[in-house]
């Protein structure tokens, strides 16, 4: 058997030139690449002649579980480097990993996350050992600047001491123990024939010692998913954006255009290369880099370089020369090239600018050839048939049944977070009388990555748009604004078929809702599109029943133990009770309970330790459901609950629920507050008024009408609603009378009645 197992760290340029370099030597038979299995039938694509970076996307879902993952290729990955240098000896190849949708990648959002990471103790001890900051240093001290002559013996030396004797995780072991199965596969049916293995060098200690006994030499079979599961791959344009670990990429090396010139030039240009363009970005952004500032850049680097005993200046040398030349300020955070994963909030704006060069701006691009999922071709032609495919500008008028289709697909397309667009104009709430939306569309380099991603939830985009939004509902929990969004959203793209458990997740999420006003706020928009829509062809749906009558229960629960006897009124807490009332009168059938509701609204009337706004507001609807439970005269009601401190409050709640109470109660409450002293009226006044907002303007024109004619008065009750004088000062001055009537009587200078 002629093994070569090629442990490398993913996107390594001395890696890639190892594998080209062994490939070209040994010419093998066989070419195996740790990747995706399932794509062994589609190598041909990755081949294809791909402006790099490009990545393998795969996107899983089943009942419990919705998994994305990516698989970065750039031109000096080593496993990318392997494919065409196998190609062009004429090897067989092969990926010989698990799918990236296998449970042993649950955790992994990238396949090649390093796995150095997960033994952080060994390579503390080794970047203390070596005086450098952290694994990238360490990496570009010990292997990257190296030369080439004796590369894979530092590479074996170095992934031993990171793998050492330490037993691998369940994940790990379930792979290695699947992609030795295709290295003795392999090597069975090369005979004498070489073969060279390329995988993470965290993996070849235990490859090695797996492929060296005895074992199985059949070709392992691909895992299919589980029934009912679905899953797919497909080819997608990266980014170095989205590849540079700054960004918050799991695996190998940061500054990925600084790595390209590595690749592609050598230490010396690409050290070159990065102090030019660090010094363009900053003079872009207005950042003063003077001639000088870059001499002494390169001078720093280069004496940093001979002080670590670098053969030309590395990375960090390079960052550490300019950082020292631009920055004169103190630092409050480490310079990001010092520590590991994205950049600190607080970070200087020049070594962000210094950061952001490094990690360039070069995007993927796939070859027409490549194949793409099923949802891109269904979008390309939702767009073409209604004229929006295009960039401009689009009015949408929801009465007209062609723009609802075009709203319904730029919807969808927005809950899928496909870039390019916009809406600027249109219904918020549900509640809003708007009629027409304002769309701005544009090209956008990532769309295509975007609507191949989104492929992994479905391959219509209506589909799409419910697994998404499905999950939206899942992940809301009892964040009732999350929850109120998707459904939102939901009524907006025209999405009716949400998997068979949407109606127990909504109740789910309703029943840990916390706040009775987002509450009251959930249960009257989604009532309103329950009631109304025809617009939104959301009226009568049972999925939105559901949230009715789970966010009333939920009110109805949680008000009666809500304590607070000397709370102030507060609006959202009463227009759920408000909410409540209306499911009762108007969606009873969804299961809105009349004689719970009845019954709870009655003792949470009776209750003084309630908060008087829910009192009064639940003494309106018990009123309204005639319980038996609570005083039947409303005058009597308002008597027993009228206090200078909470009496305002009491009536905004009643008032909110039942206004048409007025008709009983006015000339008493007028009784009521004529009998409160100046300064008990000072204090209930602010209520009062707060109470009496909730009457139209109409209504209380003729309140006014009626208080006028109480006291044998003509005139217009709007009089009353325009006073000159704000009702504060009138109060204050009435107290300042009384005050100085009570000192001039008790000096005896006023007789009882004197100023009546």
């Not at 000339?667 to 006044?685: H, M, P």
Request: hydrophobic share 45%; glycine share 10%; charged share 25%.
């Amino acid at each position: 058997m002629s093994l070569t197992v090629i442990g490398v760290r993913h996107h390594s340029p001395a890696c890639a030139r190892l594998v080209a370099s062994t490939i070209a030597a040994v010419r093998p038979a066989w070419v195996l690449v740790e990747g995706p299995a399932e794509m062994n039938g589609r190598i041909g694509e990755l081949l294809l002649e791909h402006e790099l970076p490009v990545a393998v996307f795969t996107g899983y879902a089943d009942e419990q579980r919705r998994h994305a993952s990516w698989a970065p290729f750039c031109d000096y990955s080593p496993e990318w480097v392997a494919l065409r240098a196998g190609r062009e000896v004429g090897a067989e190849l092969r990926f010989i990993d698990l799918p990236a949708w296998h449970e042993a990648f649950a955790e992994r959002s990238n396949r090649y996350a390093d796995a150095e990471l997960r033994y952080a103790e060994v390579v503390e001890r080794l970047c203390a050992a070596f005086g450098v900051d952290n694994t990238d240093a360490l990496w570009d001290h010990v292997i990257e600047l190296e030369p080439a002559e004796g590369a894979a013996e530092r590479l074996a030396a170095y992934f031993d001491l990171i793998r050492g004797s330490s037993a691998a995780g369940a994940s790990d072991t379930a792979r290695e123990a699947y992609m030795a199965g295709w290295i003795r596969a392999a090597c069975a049916a090369a005979g004498d024939r070489p073969v060279v293995a390329v995988v993470g060098g965290f993996h070849r200690p235990a490859l090695l010692r797996a492929v060296s006994g005895d074992g199985p030499a059949e070709w392992p079979q691909v895992p299919q998913p589980p029934a009912g599961a679905t899953a797919g791959s497909y080819l997608v344009p990266y980014s170095f954006r989205r590849l540079d670990a700054f960004a918050g990429y799991q695996s190998g090396m940061p500054s990925p255009d600084y790595y390209q010139r590595l690749w592609e030039a050598g230490p010396v240009e690409a050290g070159r290369h990065l102090i030019t363009a660090v010094a363009g970005r900053l003079r872009r952004r207005g950042q003063p880099v003077s001639t000088a500032d870059l001499i002494a850049a390169r001078a720093g680097a280069e004496a940093l370089a001979r002080l670590r005993g670098h053969h030309h200046p590395a990375r960090v040398d390079v960052l550490d020369g300019l950082a020292a030349a631009l920055v004169n300020e103190a630092l409050d955070v480490p310079l990001p090239w010092s520590v590991r994963g994205e950049i600190a909030t607080g970070q200087h704006p020049a070594v962000v600018e210094m950061t952001a060069a490094l990690s360039g701006e070069r995007v993927g691009r796939l070859h027409p050839d490549t194949p793409l999922p099923r949802l891109v071709h269904a979008v390309t032609a939702d767009l073409e048939r209604l004229g929006l495919d295009r960039p401009g500008e689009f009015t949408v008028d929801l009465l007209k049944p062609e723009d609802q289709a075009r709203s319904r697909v730029l919807h969808r397309l927005r809950v899928l977070a496909i870039p390019g667009f916009e809406r600027s104009i249109g219904p918020a709430t549900g509640l809003d009388p708007v009629l027409a939306e304002e769309w701005t569309v544009r090209d956008h380099e990532h769309r295509l990555v975007a609507l191949i991603e989104a492929g992994g939830y479905g391959a219509t985009l209506e589909s799409a748009a419910a697994a998404r939004l499905t999950q939206r509902i899942e992940e809301a929990a009892g964040d009732l604004g999350r929850l109120a969004g998707a459904l939102f959203d939901a009524a907006l793209g025209g999405v009716t078929e949400l998997v068979a458990d949407v109606p127990a997740r909504l109740e789910r999420g309703v029943a840990a809702g916390t706040d009775l006003g987002e509450l009251g706020r959930v249960l009257a928009v989604t009532l309103a599109l329950w009631r109304h829509d025809r617009l939104l062809a959301t009226a009568g749906s049972a999925t939105l029943g559901t949230v009715v009558a789970a966010a009333a229960r939920r009110i109805l629960w949680l008000a009666e133990g809500w304590h607070g006897a000397g709370a102030p009124a507060d609006p959202p807490r009463i227009r759920a009770v408000v909410a409540v009332r209306d499911a009762l009168l108007h969606a009873a059938e969804v299961g809105v309970d009349r004689a719970a509701t009845a019954a709870v609204a009655g003792r949470v009337a009776a209750d003084r330790a309630a908060p008087p706004d829910l009192r009064g507001a639940f003494y309106g609807l018990a009123r309204m459901l005639a319980a038996s439970t609570v005083e039947a005269d409303p005058a009597a009601a308002v008597r027993g609950a009228f206090a200078a401190g909470t009496a305002g409050d009491w009536l905004s709640g009643l008032f909110a629920v039942a206004r048409e109470s007025i008709g009983d109660t006015l000339d008493l409450i007028d009784d009521l507050v004529g009998g409160l002293g100046a300064d008990d009226f000072l204090v209930a006044l602010p209520a009062l008024r707060q109470a009496f907002e909730f009457f139209p303007p109409r209504e209380r024109e003729s309140i006014g009408e009626r208080l006028l004619a109480r006291r044998g008065l003509t005139g217009s009750g709007r009089d009353l609603l325009r006073a000159s004088v704000a009702p504060q000062i009138v109060a204050a001055g009435l107290a300042l009378d009384e005050r100085v009537e009570d000192r001039l009587a008790r000096a005896g200078l006023l007789a009882a009645g004197d100023l009546g």
